[in-house]
């Protein structure tokens, strides 16, 4: 997949994990005593064939950015791809730009950088094994511009409250996103992962419309 450049978003102030998060992203926390939260979007992508990855370290991120290093423990260090940690300092003055939208937008220029046609954007604090390839072979042949991935589950009313949810109606054309309020059994949670054409193409083009 020389042609994707792999994201990895932060969690910034939108999930809260009382007693931890106030020292270090939930990415870098750990996971069986080995392993540490973000490297699950990061194994996903390595073994779907992504080797170009940005990593975006949100408050506290010294932990996280020892654990990551140079990447060469993900099997994707290479002279065409790697893993860059970047950072977004507007949140560090008021939450309320801690959004992973701000975060792009600071390091726009990198982007520009990157030669790579889409882009497949992870949280790092969701847990799921996910082959990148099918997917963007989906997106692709759909002709959408932004393809959202979300996991049908028959609990929302007990699980899932607050998380987002995917409206998708009879078929695959999303109508919204809305806040999981318990009303309905089965629901489509968000992954908080989305495919898409590189937003800095170094050619730009037409961009198809939404479906």
């Known amino acids: 997949m020389a042609n994707v450049l792999g994201i990895i978003i932060s ?10 998060k106030d020292y270090r992203p939930i990415g870098a926390f750990s996971f069986l005593g080995r392993y540490r939260v973000v490297d699950f979007p990061l194994s996903n992508m390595s073994n779907s064939g992504i080797d170009r ?6 408050k506290n991120p010294r932990s996280l ?10 099997n994707i260090n290479s002279k065409s791809g790697g893993i860059q940690v970047l950072f977004s300092e507007a949140g560090k003055f008021n939450d309320v730009y801690d959004t992973d939208v701000q975060a792009i937008y600071e390091n726009r220029s990198v982007l520009e950088k990157s030669h790579r046609e889409y ?5 790092s604090y969701m ?17 959408a511009d932004i393809s959202v991935l979300y996991h ?6 007990e699980d899932f409250l607050s998380s987002k949810l995917v409206d998708c109606g009879d078929g695959n054309v999303i109508h919204g996103i809305v806040q999981n309020l318990g009303n309905e059994a089965c629901a489509n949670v968000s992954m908080a992962t989305y495919i898409r054409l590189q937003p ?9 419309p939404c479906r």
């Open 11 to 20: 969690e910034g102030s939108r999930i809260r994990v009382k007693g931890l």
């Open 53 to 58: 990855i940005h990593v975006y370290a949100g």
């Open 65 to 74: 950015v020892e654990h990551v290093g140079s990447g060469r423990h993900y």
């Open 119 to 123: 882009v497949v954007l992870a949280p």
């Open 127 to 143: 847990v799921y094994a996910q082959d990148y390839n099918k997917a963007l072979k989906e997106h692709i042949a759909s002709g």
């Open 152 to 157: 049908q589950v028959s609990t929302a009313k």
């Open 200 to 208: 800095f193409p170094d050619h730009p083009r037409e961009v198809p």
